[in-house]
């Protein structure tokens, strides 16, 4: 059986790290072919993956691959050139995109979407949204870094004292507990507001205060996600956002609604009131945007606010998040390949939930 990692497109990001793939081989008993370059943007030449893998051209991939695994999906137009019943293991977000998943019945290749994985205990240690939404909520706050222009902690100094920052972070999940602790050690002083009341200990624990809006729906069912909120509570948190928004130097945004549109939880009115200078990272901009004005994939500035828009800022740190996805579908792939043999076990739940074309015919 092969496996194949071929090279992403427009992403610096590789699916396996070579230490990983060297895993891949020894604990799934499997050949590996690698499209050459596919490593390069993460630092990882096609040297370092010579004695795991075969390194091969994109067609000689898709050709002879019986499972191809990518961070991103490839490219509908390229589905023809894979084997027939092969297997693709991507982020597929089916459950935005559900008529992917026909198309790819159609093409006869049979898929497993990685952010089909449930957020559960048992499924910890495949959990690719967790492992990149750390990076992203990490990269958030050195980004915000980079375009606020004054110090983070408080300094004092012969020339004088300097006040240290206000981070406010919206949205407590992965993403929004990384930025926290990251922001924290930084030396700013940080505020964190959460429907889920259960994260207020962890918020506090990492140093930050959590800032607490009566009458969130309960989320106990929602498998680790956040759920969507009435409007009455949504907009009562606006008014307590707006307030503090107006002291924050910067905003981090991580809010949001598995399958919907992202709360909108900034508004131009928000932004309008702070200060020349502060800076907003909206992590939530692929799914609408946590900020009314945020624009997906670009960088604005209104009223002297800087506002970022980039949902997957684990790009930015290709070599971490390319070790820690393929840590994740290893872990993932063991549950299905055995000795070199497929074994999938539809019964399993992390199976049922994430094999999303079930049903192609093997």
């Not at 096609?46 to 004695?51: F, H, K, P, Q």
């Not at 680790?224 to 307030?243: C, N, T």
């Not at 043999?341 to 015919?361: C, H, K, M, R, W």
Request: net charge negative; hydrophobic share 45%; charged share 20%.
């Amino acid at each position: 059986m092969i496996l194949g990692i071929p090279k992403e497109t427009n992403d610096r990001r590789v699916a396996f790290a070579p230490a990983t793939l060297a895993k891949a081989v020894k604990d799934l008993g499997i050949e590996c072919w690698l499209e050459s370059g596919a490593g390069l943007a993460a630092s990882f030449p096609d040297g370092a993956y010579s004695e795991v893998a075969k390194v091969v051209t994109r067609a000689e991939l898709f050709q002879h691959s019986d499972i191809v695994v990518s961070i991103n999906p490839i490219p509908e137009s390229e589905w023809k050139l894979l084997k027939k019943e092969a297997i693709v293991i991507s982020r597929f977000e089916s459950y935005m995109k559900p008529e992917v998943v026909g198309k790819l019945q159609e093409a006869g290749l049979r898929a497993f979407g990685l952010d089909m994985v449930p957020r559960t205990t048992l499924a910890q240690s495949m959990d690719v949204l967790s492992s990149l939404a750390s990076i992203s909520g990490y990269k958030a706050v050195l980004l915000a870094t980079h375009y606020f222009p004054r110090y983070f902690p408080m300094l004092i100094t012969p020339a004088g004292s300097v006040k240290p920052s206000t981070v406010l972070v919206l949205g407590a999940g992965v993403a929004g507990l990384q930025a926290i602790a990251t922001a924290k050690r930084l030396g700013a002083i940080v505020e964190a507001s959460d429907p889920r009341l259960a994260v207020k200990e962890e918020v506090e624990s990492l140093g930050g205060k959590f800032i607490l809006v009566e009458g969130a729906k309960d989320d106990s069912g929602a498998g680790g996600y956040a759920v969507e909120q009435s409007e009455d509570f949504l907009q009562r948190q606006r008014v307590e956002v707006q307030a503090r928004a107006a002291k924050a130097d910067v905003i981090i945004t991580t809010a949001q609604v598995r399958g919907k549109k992202a709360p909108m939880l900034l508004p131009a009115e928000t932004v309008n009131q702070m200060k020349p200078g502060s800076v907003i990272i909206d992590l939530a901009a692929s799914t609408g945007g946590n900020c009314e004005l945020t624009q997906d994939g670009k960088v604005i500035s209104h009223n002297g606010v800087t506002i970022v828009g980039n949902s997957d800022l684990s790009q930015e740190l290709p070599q971490d998040a390319s070790f820690l996805f393929g840590n994740n579908v290893l872990n993932f792939m063991k549950l299905f390949v055995k000795k070199g043999e497929l074994a999938i076990d539809e019964s399993n739940v992390i199976i049922q939930q994430s094999f999303i074309t079930a049903g192609v015919t093997a």
